[in-house]
């Protein structure tokens, strides 16, 4: 008799971030890029229940070196209200820059 499992859904954000304004008025973008090799990784984790939340959480044009950034502080806040459960990034980079002020 095959055992089946249950899986909670994971609701998965992506984050993505680029420190520079240059290339994103491109009708494809480095943000773009991100967010489809994100979507790409999470598809792949669907028989683990992971599933993509709609919600964008994009910083392009913002320093790592600060934390106050839009898509950063609207991912925090939706961490903070249970409504994330697994955030994807592209590269694994520091969240802030060593040294900066919060």
Same mark, same amino acid.
């Given at each position: 008799m095959?055992e089946?499992?249950?899986?909670?859904?994971?609701?998965? %954000?992506?984050y993505?971030?680029?420190?520079?304004?240059?290339g994103l008025e491109?009708?494809?973008?480095?943000?773009?890029?991100q967010?489809?090799?994100?979507?790409?990784?999470? %598809?792949?984790?669907?028989?683990e229940?992971?599933?993509?939340?709609?919600?964008?959480?994009?910083?392009?044009?913002?320093?790592g070196?600060t934390?106050?950034?839009?898509?950063?502080?609207?991912?925090? %806040?939706?961490?903070? %209200?249970?409504?994330?459960?697994?955030?994807?990034?592209?590269?694994s980079l520091?969240?802030r820059?060593?040294?900066?002020?919060?």
């Amino acid at each position: 008799m095959a055992e089946t499992v249950s899986r909670r859904r994971l609701h998965c %954000a992506i984050y993505t971030r680029k420190s520079s304004e240059e290339g994103l008025e491109q009708d494809f973008n480095s943000l773009d890029a991100q967010r489809e090799a994100c979507s790409s990784y999470i %598809a792949s984790q669907k028989h683990e229940g992971w599933g993509e939340l709609p919600a964008h959480y994009d910083d392009g044009g913002y320093s790592g070196g600060t934390m106050q950034r839009p898509g950063l502080r609207s991912l925090l %806040a939706d961490i903070a %209200a249970r409504r994330i459960d697994v955030v994807v990034v592209y590269k694994s980079l520091p969240l802030r820059r060593q040294g900066s002020i919060g």
